[in-house]
């Protein structure tokens, strides 16, 4: 497309905006064959049917939850990761990882077997009685799918990890 043809100002302007996950899916590995679906919250219209942007984030022992972005704009090779999460009654250690995945999922049969491998375990975060927002820089080129695992950290006893909130897509703050 010649971008690089375009003249920019030296040194460059920083610029940032907010890209929210083209998908968020769960995956289940006391299930590890099951493809979860939204369609208890899919409505039928003239138009045919439609799936709400908001989507539901779960974490326990077994489930975990994927959130799928591409990289967007040429020319801004830094993203950063935010996980938002809302206040929680206890506190629970989850675990942050990147997955192997360089095209985009398809998550109409995404399940725990198909999930791609994990590549590096990002960073355990810990929400509480306040509203977290932890945050990560990568480096990241036009075009590029990033793929992220949160789940319950290895750390956390059995049975205490239990976590959910609806994460809608144009609020930058959950609930």
Known sequence: MRFDDIARTSPSIPREFTNFPMSVSLVDRSAPSHVFNDYLAMRTTRAGTISPNDRKVHV??????????????????????????????RPTTLALYRLNATVPLDISTLSYNVRPPRIAKLNNIVP????????????????DVLVFELACSEDEPSGSCDIEWWQ?????APG
Do not use: Y
């Open 168 to 172: 809608a897509r144009e609020e930058t």
């Open 128 to 143: 509480g009685q306040d509203s977290l927002d932890w945050h990560r820089k990568l480096s990241c080129a036009m075009d």
């Open 60 to 89: 326990t022992q077994t489930v975990s939850t994927i959130f799928q972005f591409r990289a967007i704009d040429w020319g801004m090779e830094n993203c950063e990761l935010h996980v938002a999460i809302p206040p929680v009654d």
